[in-house]
């Protein structure tokens, strides 16, 4: 069974949803390759205008890693193989030559903060929390989501976020340059479509493939790549550790 769903509209968009709401959505190694290979078909279609990643339901859009799935993951080199997995994921999603939108129809923590900021714009349900919770794990941010946040928001207000581990409502999101734009409560995906497709009404998948080419050419200028690398190798090293491992018993033991 197919754990990311994918539909393709009239207007040029393709949208993702992660199928997973009995687990808020969190990603597993399945959750990664559908995903993998759903950027890999966009990037060879010339038809497609834009992309869009949401969640099913209306409590997350992701929750991060699935935390079930990686906890036999201990050592240094173990924790490198997951993390550098959906880094080059998250890089692909970064760079993808489409404009990029994340749709946020519940909480996204973690993981799912990194998935987000490496869409262009993110555009959430009233109810939304958001938050690096990475830290409330004795980890970083592992997938290259730090080095994403400190790209495209100031560093007072990336560093706020990633230093606190808290989570935040949409509207603060939305008033720190984090958020784009806040929907209405009902009918809000329905908005949130319409808010995307005025976006990209104007041009051709052409243009708007050339605009964002300008940003991944500036990314790869400034070698984001390897600075992505970098926080994954760090987080591999903190993956390792003994006061991680602990955090994420504790964790499991609250959910079953």
Not at 104 to 125: H, K, Q, T, V
Not at 181 to 206: M, P
Request: with cysteine; aromatic share 8%; glycine share 8%.
């Amino acid at each position: 069974m197919e754990k990311v769903s994918v539909v393709r509209k009239n207007s040029g968009m393709v949208i993702a949803t992660i199928e997973r709401s009995n687990v808020r959505n969190a990603i597993d190694y399945q959750v990664m390759d559908e995903l993998e290979h759903i950027l890999d078909e966009i990037n060879a279609d010339h038809r497609c205008k834009a992309f869009m990643i949401t969640g099913r339901g209306e409590q997350a859009f992701c929750s991060g890693g699935d935390l079930s799935s990686f906890s036999d993951l201990h050592t240094e080199e173990e924790a490198y193989g997951m993390l550098s997995k959906m880094g080059n994921i998250l890089y692909k999603l970064l760079t993808l030559k489409r404009p990029t939108f994340a749709l946020l129809n519940g909480i996204a923590i973690g993981g799912g903060m990194e998935l987000a900021s490496a869409c262009d714009f993110r555009i959430a349900r009233p109810n939304t929390r958001i938050g690096f919770i990475q830290g409330r794990l004795a980890i970083t941010t592992g997938w290259g989501g730090g080095t994403i946040l400190l790209e495209k928001l100031p560093f007072h207000i990336a560093s706020e976020l990633l230093y606190s581990a808290t989570i935040q409502s949409a509207e603060w999101g939305k008033e720190k340059g984090y958020i784009n734009h806040i929907l209405g409560e009902s009918n809000w995906f329905n908005e949130g479509i319409n808010w995307i497709e005025q976006v990209i009404a104007t041009s051709n998948a052409s243009v708007l493939s050339a605009y964002k080419e300008m940003a991944v050419r500036k990314w790869e200028a400034g070698s984001l790549k390897e600075r992505m690398s970098k926080e994954i190798q760090q987080c591999a090293k903190l993956w390792a550790s003994k006061e991680h491992h602990e955090a994420v018993q504790k964790f499991l033991s609250k959910e079953r």
